[in-house]
């Protein structure tokens, strides 16, 4: 029986379980400072990344995220935007109206937003940094498409996996996405028996040494 694919092993999990899983391995996925726009459900997605740089050549112009988009097959990816500057917006409503028409599952910005209400109003996941209404046109360009990015202190590779939701954004390189899911779900295993072992009455030290909780939790040497 061939194994689920690792993105959907990975959505079927809780998130906080997934950042222990890759605090295990030690691998740097937390993403810092990126908060969700809205209340939204949690997105588990494959990167499309781009990354954005001032504005150099003093001719007219926008930053053509748009042709990124017409880029992206498939309704699962994750569209990361590297290189925001403060007090600049890289995105409104017109993305958002684009980009969910086009499938993007959400944007993760490392930099700010204007245009709230729309996103708000077609339930599209939105994750930066805050929000600023001074638009980024004649400001930003595009310097990069599909390479590896920077955000938050966390390094985005085109199709690595990034989970997104209420405690925070974090990624998961695609390379170690089966070993993640796989330590996610004894972490899993073993704090479902910590509950039910709290149930019983026991105490929550007498639980985790039953259990060799934190031995779980040790990272990989």
């Given at each position: 029986m ?13 998130t ?11 691998l ?105 209404m ?58 479902s028996?910590?509950?039910?072992q ?10 985790r ?13």
């Open positions: 061939p194994h689920p694919d690792p993105l959907q092993r990975l959505a079927e999990l809780d906080n379980t997934v950042s222990d899983a890759l605090d295990v391995l030690q740097p996925g937390a993403v810092v400072g990126i908060r969700t726009l809205w209340d939204c459900p949690t997105v588990v997605g494959r990167a499309s990344t781009v990354k954005l740089a001032p504005k150099t050549d003093a001719a007219p112009g926008v930053h053509l995220i748009s042709p990124v988009i017409d880029a992206i097959t498939g309704d699962d990816r994750v569209l990361v935007i590297a290189g925001g500057i403060d007090g600049v917006s890289c995105w409104g409503d017109i993305m958002t109206q684009y980009a969910g028409s086009r499938g993007v599952a959400a944007t993760v910005i490392d930099g700010v937003c204007r245009d709230v209400s729309k996103a708000l109003g077609d339930g599209y996941p939105m994750f930066t940094r805050g929000r600023y001074r638009t980024g046109k004649d400001r930003v360009q595009v310097a990069s498409v599909n390479q590896p990015v920077a955000i938050g202190g966390a390094r985005v590779c085109a199709r690595d996996i990034v989970v997104a939701g209420a405690n925070g954004v974090f990624v998961v390189p695609r390379d170690r996405a089966e070993a993640v899911a796989r330590t996610a779900r004894q972490i899993e295993h073993a704090e028996q910590i509950r039910a709290l149930e019983a009455g026991k105490t929550l030290k007498q639980a040494e039953a259990l060799g909780y934190h031995q779980l939790q040790r990272k990989d040497s």
